[in-house]
């Protein structure tokens, strides 16, 4: 059955200052829940030592997760026993019922992957393990020779941590779940790019150049071997996915229903109607290319959408130019977002007012977040990913990505969620995500902004409206191609979603490079259910603040409403809902 979406208006009057109390009450002492939920973040981090490097949980960072069989099982045997613990865990207040609830989708979410076989299969071009092999190298410490040591050593063990996870996508592919040839491929390419040639050295040889250490010292020649084994580890596994993986690997791009159901809830924590939201999708879209044209008008009069662009291209005040200039800016965007914010619209705590924007020292990553450590020694940091050859970038279409990824966005739900302890069990704060719940955020923190103020430039309101619009882009691809569901007969592109349409179908909708376009259509394609829960979740906090404003009338506080929702801490959207009616 699904989950009915958009929720009816409650008749009833919430107490709503009893429910910011709630969340904001003192410290009481460690429920049962609290504890097995501190069990449980160190035996999953003990599991998946790339999550402990995330979270800054020490001792596993000289090692990688086991993605072989056995290890995929040890993983699931863990969510199974904190399952069945969770459930024979009475909560001793509505916090314990928040956070019990949140544990049991949440880990009943991933379970379902595990057991459907298709964590075993994970490999696509975005977000799967190996990803890890080549980005956990960006959270870890620099600074010392002891910092360079353990890098040494997580290289070292990289070549048997891939032949772990080689074996885990043989075995599923005996199981007949094999990622589809176009994502094999792509990912042989990642691989082989990460491991350089004779003539353009790979991550690891430029990671392992860089190391402060005396260039004839014991520690080099153990970093530059470590650099080469990794290297030649990476090439074994693109041969193996191509001459083993790949003649198993189905054609089509799309998964169909079954799976996709399954990859939705994960990433959505409710089960949609797949149709309504489809038909919603184009609805939405339809609305923001409507609004869109509207301010092109106010830029460039008469010239359309392109022609403001182009517009804003053009202006030299709306382009930073190289690296170390993009950086800076991004920095300073950051900066002054949360100090504009900070006892204005939100209360942010010190460790959170500080915030890093970096660049990756790769292409093709795209942009995202990274939160702090438990201890706030690593910050958050947002992440942008040039395309190759790419060194200047337009502002105008940057400004609401950085409030995305940023503040209020990312950086101040997570950060604020690992921060929030005197409300928060150390598994809300440090592992429990939903990709509906944080994407949804952060997209609702870039409408935010633009009601607040901070997008009233014509050029900044276009760009946010340009990646709202490659959002209900997403959801139209993503759920149309994977169902293989009818294209409206008026957009005049096809009657169904073929990879040609759904690239016509993009160029038309994203304003971006072919190159960064066929980018995304291969993320849509080969992590299918994730797109739409930006929109989707935006949608559940846009709908759920309108009933709470209508609710409570004149009192309605906006501060306090979004104090409240932060303070929840990550949630699937069908118990967010739940929640948030209680507002």
């Known amino acids: 059955m699904y989950a009915a979406w958009?929720?009816?208006?409650?008749?009833?009057?919430?107490?709503r200052a009893t429910t910011v109390r709630q969340v904001s009450e003192p410290l009481r002492p460690p429920s049962p829940l609290d504890h097995l939920a501190e069990r449980f973040v160190d035996e999953y981090a003990a599991?998946?030592?790339?999550v402990a490097t995330y979270i800054g949980v020490p001792g596993h960072d000289e090692r990688w997760p086991d993605y072989s069989p056995a290890g995929r099982a040890a993983l699931a045997d863990l969510l199974r026993r904190t399952i069945a613990a969770a459930e024979d865990t009475d909560p001793v207040d509505r916090r314990d019922e928040v956070a019990r609830s949140a544990m049991l989708e949440r880990l009943g979410a991933?379970?379902?992957?595990?057991?459907?076989?298709?964590?075993?299969?994970?490999?696509?071009?975005?977000?799967?393990?190996?990803?890890?092999?080549?980005?956990t190298f960006?959270?870890?410490?620099?600074?010392?020779?002891?910092?360079?040591?353990?890098?040494?050593?997580?290289?070292?063990?990289?070549?048997?941590?891939?032949?772990?996870?080689?074996?885990?996508?043989?075995?599923?592919?005996?199981?007949?779940?094999?990622?589809?040839?176009?994502?094999?491929?792509?990912?042989?390419?990642?691989?082989?790019?990460?491991?350089?040639?004779?003539?353009?050295p790979g991550f690891f040889a430029d990671l392992v150049a860089g190391a402060p250490v005396p260039p004839d010292g014991a520690l080099a020649g153990e970093l530059a071997a470590a650099g080469t084994g990794a290297e030649t580890a990476l090439l074994a596994f693109a041969d193996h996915l191509e001459t083993a993986l790949l003649p198993r690997a189905p054609e089509a791009d799309a998964v169909g229903r079954e799976r996709y159901a399954l990859e939705s809830r994960f990433f959505i924590g409710m089960e949609l109607d797949l149709e309504e939201t489809y038909a919603w999708g184009w609805q939405e879209l339809a609305r923001i290319v409507a609004e869109k044209e509207a301010v092109a008008?106010?830029?460039?009069?008469?010239?359309?959408?392109?022609?403001?662009?182009?517009?804003?291209?053009?202006d030299p005040d709306r382009m930073?130019?190289?690296?170390?200039?993009?950086?800076?800016?991004?920095?300073e965007t950051a900066d002054r977002a949360i100090a504009a914010l900070n006892g204005v619209h939100f209360d942010i705590p010190k460790p959170?007012?500080?915030?890093?924007?970096?660049?990756?020292?790769?292409?093709?990553?795209?942009?995202?977040?990274?939160?702090?450590?438990?201890?706030?020694?690593?910050?958050?940091?947002?992440?942008?990913?040039?395309?190759?050859?790419?060194?200047?970038?337009?502002?105008?279409?940057?400004?609401?990505?950085?409030?995305?990824?940023?503040?209020?966005?990312?950086?101040?739900?997570?950060?604020?969620?690992?921060?929030n302890a005197a409300v928060l069990n150390r598994w809300q704060r440090l592992l429990c995500w939903c990709s509906a719940h944080g994407e949804g955020w952060a997209l609702y923190a870039?409408?935010?902004?633009?009601?607040?103020?901070?997008?009233d430039d014509p050029g900044d309101r276009l760009g946010m409206l340009d990646a709202q619009e490659l959002r209900a882009a997403r959801v139209v691809l993503d759920i149309g191609l994977h169902l293989d569901l009818p294209i409206p007969a008026d957009e005049g592109i096809g009657k169904r979603w073929t990879y040609e349409v759904a690239a016509e179908f993009l160029r038309r909708h994203v304003s971006m490079d072919d190159a960064m376009l066929t980018d995304e259509l291969h993320r849509y394609l080969g992590w299918p259910g994730q797109a739409p829960s930006y929109k989707v979740g935006e949608r559940v906090f846009l709908v759920c603040r309108e009933q709470a404003q209508l609710r409570a009338g004149a009192d309605f506080d906006l501060k306090a409403w979004h104090r409240a929702v932060v303070d929840l801490g990550s949630l699937g959207l069908g118990p967010l809902a739940a929640e948030l009616a209680r507002m």
Request: with cysteine; hydrophobic share 40%; glycine share 10%.
């Open 320 to 331: 930073v130019r190289g690296r170390q200039a993009l950086q800076t800016w991004l920095q």
């Open 446 to 455: 870039e409408r935010l902004m633009a009601e607040l103020g901070f997008l």
């Open 47 to 50: 599991a998946l030592p790339t």
């Open 110 to 135: 991933e379970l379902a992957r595990h057991d459907a076989g298709w964590a075993l299969a994970d490999l696509n071009t975005i977000a799967s393990p190996l990803q890890e092999f080549r980005s």
């Open 297 to 314: 008008e106010s830029i460039a009069p008469g010239q359309g959408v392109a022609g403001a662009m182009a517009a804003l291209d053009a």
């Open 352 to 419: 959170v007012q500080q915030v890093e924007g970096r660049l990756t020292p790769t292409s093709g990553e795209g942009v995202y977040y990274t939160g702090p450590t438990e201890d706030f020694s690593r910050p958050g940091r947002m992440w942008w990913s040039l395309p190759a050859g790419v060194t200047d970038m337009t502002t105008w279409r940057e400004t609401t990505t950085v409030f995305h990824e940023g503040a209020p966005g990312h950086h101040l739900q997570i950060g604020q969620t690992v921060y």
């Open 6 to 15: 958009p929720p009816p208006l409650s008749p009833r009057q919430p107490d």
């Open 138 to 200: 960006d959270l870890m410490p620099t600074g010392s020779e002891a910092d360079w040591t353990t890098i040494a050593r997580r290289l070292q063990a990289l070549p048997a941590a891939l032949k772990g996870y080689t074996a885990g996508l043989d075995a599923a592919a005996d199981a007949g779940q094999v990622a589809a040839a176009r994502q094999v491929r792509l990912c042989a390419g990642i691989a082989r790019r990460w491991a350089g040639a004779a003539d353009v």
